[in-house]
């Protein structure tokens, strides 16, 4: 069974190429075709995630049949098996969301981004290979980069230049980067590298570790190279939107979490750390202070996203097992929150014209599914009991204590409080303000909606069997000896 | 002004730091790990001379999917960036007599080298790559000669699709007969071309992988340069 | 500090001085490239071993004689990224241009707002 892991990879691979071929025969076959491939993908990545969860044990695929680090491989263990799912579901819902929303030309190609946009981020979180990482990580950007500018208004295309030039310098120095890291240890595979990090000079890997961080900080949008997130939000297709938001920042939040832990036992490893924090809270603290001023609700949950990814962050830079699963957790619950929030305002942008405030206005009696959805994201978000960010933020503000960070607390507490102002003005006017008469939802769409909320509500009010699985893969980022006895390393040495 | 003293103080310091990083990597040491693994073992593992090759297609054959992924995503993104409802070729100038004979002359032999590139991967320097974007030069020299010539999309792009499918199938064909994704099903399991190590046929599927690689990334590059070559009608959007 | 090194980081630098400062989309592109030249660049020269020849097995040149195919192996790959992201950031350029009429980043982020 565990080879056939290789097929979340393949699948999307093979239906993407075959999309051409598929215009061909029938145009009005693409959309319908991009759904039936994730809702495939979402069954494979449901089976990996029974059999890793049931035996405990990492999948490792080894491609070309080479062990590590003579072969590339893939590394399935529980973080990974999690996310996967979440990609595959979110992708889902969102190919559904895209029958609806997308009517620009042309569509086939439009299939092709979305699926490998999707392979991309799949793959960035299952490879166990710091270059494979870099080639995932350049497919999941290319097509975010050709995503954003899809709609090729002015405003779209110069969000996509700003994306590609900060992308394109951050892959520049992630590949110095890996110049240094491999110059100093002669191995790419992740697992040897986290055997053999304690040779490494103490200068190339610090050097060498910010290097890497910096290039992924332009996906994980950290401050400073963040810039671009706003505008790429704003301006992208929705459902890619919210692909955006739910999982290709954690793909690159995951990276980084991987990367840190893999060369902790090098020397000057708490620098680095001290760096990423610091860099974490100024997303946070910039990011809520602009989404205060915004009028375009769409632009307001961008900054509301960036916002938190920086504390997500904060979390993997404490250097806690805690920290770390207390970070995983944030990052379920705002992938799926998320999904729900740029699902929902993607549609009344769709149906009501646009996404600026005062089309918000009395949404409550124009479309009440769309507006209770948006209502469960906003107050769960904001940190309320009984919905799941309630427990995530807890858990993190546990971790910080017990990292004896405990400004970290007060910024978790602060930015909350910020939300909630600017939250709760989006609900009042949803709810309190304006008229309008009924539109009719679409089914799929209030379906999709709903059972997002659902989720939502269930996380909050059960949190433990979460919490238990959220922890399991957390130690996977954190338990470095566990990650390399795990991989079947051969030895290499004449 | 202040903006370009600011710029050029902040990458002196980034210049420093990385220079001071690479002291501790030296220039020309022997530091091979799994490199030294690779030189010892391409010919009995993989069947290739030319390790470079070996390492690409065989041993990191994942990456090269990756990479073979990233030129798609290119290729598409362009024809989505700058699709249009008509769109044709706006050049007034033909081509001089000169590179239009020399187009028509040389066409054949561009192609044979370009081929010539991607099928001798695995004996020397080159590979899918340069072989398929000789190839597309090839197509940019029609371009460049003759102000009516275009391609046909619906010929290109299927056919980009269908060398990309055999990639992929390659692979999965490797994770049925070997178990493993990407196994090279003809060298390890079929044993075919054992005998011929530095001659043209052995290596394995390295190969037919980069014929398919050359194929692709040929109509790739042309369908790329094709997009950015033609510009809307005038009054037809 | 040996040339090759010193000729990689002077690419990067000079790459990353044009991205930060040139007003000219086409320049910032320009720019762009040369960094990922200069990166491609000290990825080969990590990876030079002094003594050894090309890591092609044949014709007397053993396992030993042969520099780290790795290095190579990664910038080929890195080399069609590169292009790719040219490639993608050109036509994006195209569209700005369709619809904006400037050249200059400047004036593009005005015309914003």
Redesign the interface.
């Given at each position: 069974m565990n080879q056939y892991a290789s097929l979340l990879i393949a699948l999307p691979l093979f239906s993407a190429f075959f999309i051409p071929i598929l215009k061909r025969i029938s145009k009005n076959a693409v959309m319908p075709f991009l759904a039936f491939v994730t809702l495939i993908q979402t069954g494979i990545a449901a089976l990996v995630f029974k059999e890793v969860y049931t035996t405990g044990k990492p999948i490792i695929v080894l491609a070309g049949g080479f062990k590590p680090p003579v072969g590339i491989n893939l590394y399935i263990g529980h973080f990974a098996a999690l996310f996967v799912l979440v990609i595959a579901a979110v992708s889902f819902l969102m190919a559904l969301f895209s029958i609806k929303a997308v009517s620009i030309e042309p569509k086939d190609k439009y299939a092709m981004l979305f699926l490998l946009l999707m392979l991309g981020a799949t793959g960035m979180i299952s490879t166990g290979d710091i270059f494979n990482l870099f080639v995932f990580m350049e497919i999941t950007a290319i097509s975010a980069y050709a995503l954003t500018a899809y709609n090729k208004t002015g405003e779209a295309s110069e969000a996509a230049l700003k994306y590609v030039v900060l992308g394109g310098v951050g892959s520049s120095f992630f590949l110095v980067g890996i110049a240094l890291i491999y110059g100093s240890l002669g191995t790419l595979n992740m697992a040897h590298i986290a055997q053999l990090a304690g040779l490494i000079n103490p200068t190339a890997a610090k050097v060498g570790l910010a290097l890497l961080i910096f290039g992924l900080a332009v996906e994980a949008e950290q401050f400073p190279l963040n810039a671009w997130a706003p505008d790429a939000y704003q301006e992208a297709p929705h459902p890619v939107t919210a692909m955006f938001s739910a999982f290709v920042v954690k793909a690159s939040l995951y990276a980084i979490g991987r990367i840190l832990y893999i060369l902790s036992a090098a020397e000057g490893w708490s620098s680095i750390l001290r760096l990423l924090i610091i860099l974490g809270t100024l997303t946070v603290i910039l990011g809520e202070m602009s989404a205060l001023r915004q009028t375009n609700v769409k632009r307001m949950f961008a900054y509301s996203s960036i916002a938190q990814v920086g504390l997500i962050a904060v979390g993997l830079a404490l250097g806690t097992a805690a920290g770390v699963s207390a970070s995983v957790f944030h990052m379920f619950n705002h992938a799926i929150v998320k999904a729900l929030m740029f699902l929902a305002v993607g549609y009344v942008a769709v149906e009501l014209g646009g996404a600026e405030i005062d089309k918000f206005e009395g949404l409550g009696k124009r479309m009440p599914v769309t507006a209770f959805a948006i209502t469960v994201g906003a107050i769960s978000i904001i940190g309320i009991p009984l919905f799941n960010v309630f427990w995530s933020k807890i858990q993190l503000i546990l971790a910080a204590l017990s990292a004896q960070y405990t400004w970290v607390v007060a910024l978790i507490l602060g930015a909350s409080l910020v939300e909630a102002t600017y939250y709760i003005r989006l609900i009042h006017a949803i709810w309190f303000k304006g008229e309008g008469e009924k539109v009719k939802e679409n089914t799929v769409l209030v379906l999709a909606m709903l059972l997002l909320a659902a989720l939502i509500i269930v996380v909050g009010i059960y949190p433990e069997p979460f919490w238990d699985i959220m922890q399991k893969a957390g130690s996977d980022i954190f338990d470095v000896a566990q990650y390399v006895k795990n991989v079947p390393l051969m030895g290499v040495n004449p | 002004m202040v903006?370009?003293i600011l710029?050029?103080v902040?990458?002196?310091i980034?210049?420093l730091?990385?220079?001071?990083?690479?002291?501790?990597?030296p220039?020309?040491?022997?530091?091979?790990?799994?490199?030294?693994?690779?030189?010892?073992h391409?010919?009995e593992?993989t069947g290739a001379?030319?390790?470079?090759t070996?390492?690409?297609v065989?041993?990191?054959?994942?990456?090269?999917?990756?990479?073979v992924?990233?030129?798609?995503?290119?290729?598409?993104?362009?024809?989505?960036?700058?699709?249009r409802n008509r769109r044709k070729r706006t050049a007034k100038t033909e081509g001089s007599v000169v590179l239009t004979t020399g187009a028509r002359l040389l066409l054949p032999f561009i192609m044979l080298f370009g081929a010539y590139i991607f099928i001798h991967g695995h004996?020397?320097?080159g590979?899918g790559?340069p072989g398929g974007a000789t190839i597309a030069t090839a197509f940019l020299f029609l371009y460049l000669a003759f102000t009516v010539y275009e391609i046909d999309h619906?010929i290109f792009?299927?056919l980009?699709?269908?060398a990309?499918?055999g990639y992929?199938?390659v692979?999965?064909i490797?994770?049925a007969i070997?178990?493993?994704?990407?196994?090279?099903w003809i060298w390890?399991t079929w044993g075919l071309g054992k005998e011929n190590i530095?001659r043209l046929l052995s290596a394995g599927f390295i190969p037919i992988i980069y014929t398919l690689i050359g194929i692709k990334v040929g109509t790739e590059l042309t369908g790329?340069v094709d997009?950015?070559v033609k510009e809307p009608e005038e009054g037809g959007q | 500090m040996n040339p090759y090194y010193f000729a990689s980081i002077a690419l990067i630098l000079i790459g990353f001085y044009a991205v930060l400062v040139k007003r000219n989309v086409i320049k910032m592109l320009v720019g762009l490239s040369i960094m990922e030249t200069g990166v491609n660049l000290l990825l080969i020269s990590v990876g030079y071993v002094s003594g050894k020849s090309a890591p092609i097995l044949s014709e007397g040149i053993t396992p030993d004689k042969a520099v780290d195919p790795i290095p190579q192996a990664l910038v080929l790959t890195a080399i069609v990224i590169g292009v790719a992201t040219t490639a993608l950031a050109l036509s994006v350029v195209i569209n700005l241009y369709e619809k904006y009429k400037t050249l200059n980043v400047e004036e593009i982020r005005r015309l914003r707002g």
């Open positions: - | 903006k370009r710029a050029i902040f990458i002196l980034i210049g730091w990385m220079a001071k990083a690479l002291d501790q990597v220039f020309g040491e022997d530091r091979m790990l799994v490199g030294k693994y690779y030189l010892e391409v010919k593992e001379v030319n390790a470079v070996a390492v690409v065989n041993y990191r054959g994942f990456d090269t999917l990756g990479e992924t990233v030129l798609f995503i290119a290729s598409t993104g362009v024809a989505a960036l700058l699709w004996l020397t320097p590979g790559f619906r792009e299927p980009e699709g269908l990309g499918i992929v199938t692979g999965l490797g994770l070997g178990g493993y994704f990407l196994f090279d390890q530095g790329i997009n950015m | -």
